[in-house]
């Protein structure tokens, strides 16, 4: 179920209260500024959200620094961001937003679902947390429950932090026990979105011998891709939300999940 959070409750430093009363133009559409790196997904989310009669995206940038120059001149009620931007890694885009235009009520609307990266969002300044596999009536649903005051949490979001809460997060695979220091490092930069060239020339090693260890991470630690390396990596404190590289997601999406064996 949807998970709503009193206007009392704070998160982060951001005053719950901001943006409590709504639109700050009663009788009109909500003024939306909408934040993402790809084009096509903007024109996308901005499509739907114009569907509706109380609801307007009235301007769409693809980094931070543009957002936050538009939200100064359109005046948004309402911002919506991706987690990880261009000009920003990990929350710190959501931290900026907030800092420089704490007006607006705030939503993250993002493809990371982990409890580590929900909370992080959260304690930045975020009113929202929105997968984008979510259903255009849930995407409606968090955007008017934010405006109203609230806090909202898309359903397979919720349920992570709920399970967390519980302690039912899946155990870390036994085979982690075998993987070396170099081995545990490596994982740590594909995590962070950086190739096989990059790595090599990090660690002074040759790509060939790169690629080695990252085909014998991902069968010792039965991954198959960018998101599961990620994810493995935040649950063993190899990788922290709030230091994301941003360059993870724009660096290797078009890859279909895929991890690439060859330098990028």
């Known amino acids: 179920m949807r998970q709503e959070f009193p206007k009392s409750a704070t998160t982060g430093s951001a ?3 901001v943006g409590s009363q709504g639109p700050s133009r009663p009788g009109l559409r909500a003024r939306i500024l909408l934040l993402d790196d790809h084009a096509i997904l903007r024109e996308g989310i901005a499509a739907l959200i114009n569907l509706e009669s109380d609801l307007e995206v009235v301007g769409q940038a693809g980094s931070i620094e543009e957002g936050v120059a538009l939200a100064q001149s359109l005046d948004p009620d ?3 961001s991706d987690i990880s931007m261009p000009d920003a890694s990990g929350v710190q885009g959501i931290a900026q937003l907030r ?3 704490p007006k607006a009520r705030l939503i993250v609307l993002t493809v990371h679902n982990t409890d580590e990266y929900i909370r992080a969002a959260l304690s930045a300044g975020a009113d929202g947390y929105i997968l984008k596999d979510a259903g255009r009536s849930e995407l409606i649903s968090g955007l008017r429950t934010a405006l109203a005051g ?5 359903q397979r979001s919720s349920a992570s932090v709920v399970r967390s809460y519980l302690g039912e997060q899946p155990p870390v695979p036994h085979a982690a026990a075998g993987v070396t220091a170099r081995e545990r490092e490596i994982l740590a ?3 962070s979105g950086h190739s ?3 790595i090599a020339t990090s660690l002074n090693r040759s790509v060939k011998t790169v690629e080695k260890h990252r085909a014998n991470l991902m069968r010792k630690l039965q991954l198959h891709n960018v998101a599961d390396v990620t994810r493995f990596a935040l649950r063993t404190g190899l990788l922290h939300a709030d230091h994301d590289d941003s360059h993870r997601q724009h660096g290797q999406r078009g890859q279909s999940g895929q991890l690439a064996t060859s330098a990028a």
């Open 150 to 154: 609230q806090r909202y949490l898309c």
């Open 15 to 17: 005053p719950a209260a």
């Open 99 to 101: 800092e420089r235009y």
């Open 78 to 80: 309402l911002i919506i």
């Open 189 to 191: 930069l594909i995590a």
């Open 196 to 198: 096989n060239k990059k």
